[in-house]
């Protein structure tokens, strides 16, 4: 194995919201991953929207802390029709990377589809489609209350896999593909 693919790294996901906030936390050692941690930050009991950015900020930046991420990668706020949303949830990513980027952390955004694409095959898959995925991929039981943390721990993955594509992997343009050269990934 080259030195390289030995090496590890914990990478935090982040699917930043303004009511609720995903994260998921891997260790990559090699080909290998581990799932750390995942969980929601609520923010819907917030009113005033400087506080929730604010709290995302702190708990963006104890998560750091407590968890020591070699990088951060972050869901791209999707396009739609209401500008506001999208400005909120720029407003909400722009703090994650803020609390990444005081740290000297590594920071890379990932669009949805690509997010989704990376991890089932589909960059048309549901939410559900996702999180059943990262279980067979991660080998947890537990369902989350709520999907935006595996949103935030498929973000993690997929960065996992874009590392491991641009380094001499093997790209697939199908789900049939992926399964016959990972069927070890699946059990």
């Known amino acids: 194995m080259l030195q390289q693919e030995l090496k590890e790294r914990i990478i935090l996901g982040i699917d930043p919201g303004t009511k609720v906030m995903g994260y998921g936390i891997i260790k990559e050692a090699g080909k290998k991953l581990t799932l750390i941690s995942m969980g929601i930050i609520k923010l ?26 070699d990088c951060m990668a972050l869901e791209d706020p999707f ?10 949830l ?3 990513q722009g703090v994650a990377m803020a609390a990444a980027l005081a740290r000297n952390i590594e920071i890379v955004e ?24 990262l279980k067979n991929l991660l080998a947890f039981q537990e369902s989350p209350q709520f999907l935006d943390a ?7 993955v997929c960065h996992a896999f874009q590392r491991q594509n641009s380094s001499g992997k093997k790209n697939y ?15």
Do not use: C
């Not at 929730?52 to 802390?65: G, M, N, P, V, Y």
């Not at 396009?79 to 909120?88: F, S, T």
């Not at 595996?150 to 993690?156: E, F, K, P, Q, S």
């Open 173 to 187: 343009s199908g789900w049939e593909a992926f399964i016959k050269d990972n069927h070890h990934r699946l059990k």
């Open 44 to 69: 819907g009991h917030l009113d005033n929207h400087a506080l929730k950015l604010q709290r995302i900020f702190e708990k963006t930046t104890a998560l750091i802390t407590q968890y020591h991420p």
């Open 150 to 156: 595996t949103d935030g721990l498929a973000v993690a």
């Open 90 to 92: 720029g407003r909400a």
């Open 79 to 88: 396009y739609g029709k209401n500008i506001q949303v999208i400005l909120k």
């Open 110 to 133: 990932y669009a949805p589809r690509k997010i989704k694409q990376s991890v089932t095959g589909n960059g048309n898959a549901s939410k559900e489609q996702v999180a059943a995925m």
